[in-house]
């Protein structure tokens, strides 16, 4: 009997449909990721491949400027994007996104250097970085929509939690490539050429996950929204009636991506700052991939039973009090231990946070206008807490000469994001308090 009952939930077609959104959501956002990371993981040969200076810092400077460029059009990109998501549809969305990201990955794949064609060799990188930020801009809304959407109302945490789970995959993905091109062809040739062949593996993957996308049924919440009329609300209107709770997500951001931007700033940071060997950073983008990965199914599924908020106080709360200390041993002792345990416990508290945060985004807005909500609040965030974060570290390391600045940081937008979470905690206890 038990076995017979298995078998039913097994073959239920709306767990098939589950499972097949879990699959759909993630492959395309780990490519989107994927692609938009190996950029800031092969900062160092971009910057001498497009921005040649006799000055290392300046190069990396101009490297992390057109990084910036990226998120500035995120916004744009989750407001068009978000809002097609919004009236066409979830699948198609998605589908759209992940094409653009294609076309963006292309440029740095195959753009003749600064030295073969002079200044259209950074015009054109920058353009290629627009369209990538642009579809990644359009990517978050529609994906955490997709998975809230196709959840249950016991495992919606767990279905969230995907979305990190996605961006684990997609920066172990291009740490284990990383480390495979600098074990291949061996460091100096990936600072010269060959890092560009990490940006046409990440092409490869594009078909399968498009294809996968195609082939997923639209999300029956917003199927019911459309019949509704819910869905053919204006753009200004919709942004209008919506701006407080869009401001309230971008909150919800401050650690979320500044934790994720120094997890990808750390590549940097080995090299440039601590000295460590190429393949060194490499090793710790994987150990950061893998610890997302194991970490948050398990958080999310933690916080479907206690809510939330809890995982990602405690994910804020320890950041906020360890950050600086673990620095301050990475700078003292710099190793590829010391590199791997520091980066799986920042990511822990990563983790922690980002696992849950999700849910609470796309909690805040009505089915109609949640991919633009949740996209707009999540590019916006990341633009301003995140886009500038490599930018600002490697300046206040070089002006200061303190490699633990990014220790402060991270500890300063922990603190914030608590702050936050208490706040938005006890406001929900209130409101239960009231409708018993």
Not at 113 to 131: C, M
Not at 270 to 292: E, K, M, N, W
Not at 369 to 392: D, K, M, Q
């Amino acid at each position: 009997m038990h076995d017979s009952v298995l078998a039913d939930h097994v073959n239920d077609p709306g767990v098939l449909v589950q499972r097949r959104t879990i699959v759909a959501a993630t492959i395309g956002n780990v490519l989107e990721i994927y692609d938009f990371l190996a950029f800031a993981i092969f900062a160092v040969p971009i910057s001498k491949a497009f921005f040649p200076s006799g000055d290392e810092y300046v190069a990396l400077i101009l490297t992390f400027m057109t990084f910036a460029a990226g998120f500035v059009v995120r916004p744009l990109g989750a407001l068009i994007l978000g809002r097609y998501a919004d009236r066409a549809g979830r699948k198609n969305a998605l589908s759209l996104t992940l094409l653009l990201m294609a076309l963006g990955t292309l440029v740095p794949a195959i753009c003749p250097t600064y030295e073969a064609i002079g200044i259209a060799a950074p015009v054109i990188l920058v353009v290629g970085r627009l369209v990538q930020g642009f579809s990644a801009g359009g990517e978050i809304g529609s994906n955490v929509a997709m998975l809230i959407e196709n959840a249950s109302k016991s495992n919606r945490a767990l279905y969230s939690s995907f979305q990190q789970v996605a961006q684990g995959g997609g920066v172990l993905v291009a740490g284990l490539i990383g480390l495979g091109l600098t074990h291949y062809f061996g460091e100096q040739q990936i600072l010269t050429e060959y890092w560009r062949i990490a940006f046409l593996v990440g092409l490869l993957i594009g078909p399968v996950g498009w294809y996968i996308r195609r082939s997923i049924p639209e999300t029956q919440e917003f199927v019911r929204a459309e019949a509704s009329g819910h869905t053919h609300t204006s753009f200004i209107s919709g942004l209008r009636v919506h701006s407080g709770r869009i401001l309230l997500g971008i909150a919800i951001m401050v650690f979320w991506t500044v934790a994720a931007q120094v997890s990808n700033y750390f590549t940097t940071y080995a090299v440039r700052d601590l000295h460590l060997p190429l393949v060194a950073s490499y090793v710790g983008q994987i150990a950061c991939g893998v610890t997302l990965i194991a970490v948050c199914p398990l958080v999310g599924s933690i916080a479907d039973k206690v809510g939330p908020f809890k995982p990602m106080a405690w994910g804020a709360g320890l950041a906020g009090v360890l950050a600086y200390p673990l620095f301050s041993v990475l700078a003292s002792h710099p190793s590829l231990l010391t590199l791997v345990a520091v980066q799986s416990v920042i990511s822990l508290f990563l983790g922690l946070y980002a696992a849950c945060a999700p849910l609470v985004l796309a909690d805040i807005f009505p089915t109609e206008y949640r991919a633009t909500g949740v996209g707009t609040s999540y590019a916006l965030g990341v633009t301003i807490f995140g886009g500038l974060t490599p930018l600002a570290v490697t300046s206040l390391i070089h002006l200061s000469g303190d490699k633990l600045i990014i220790g402060l940081y991270l500890s300063g937008a922990a603190l914030v994001s608590l702050v936050l979470i208490a706040v938005m905690a006890l406001g929900r206890l209130a409101y239960d308090s009231r409708s018993v």
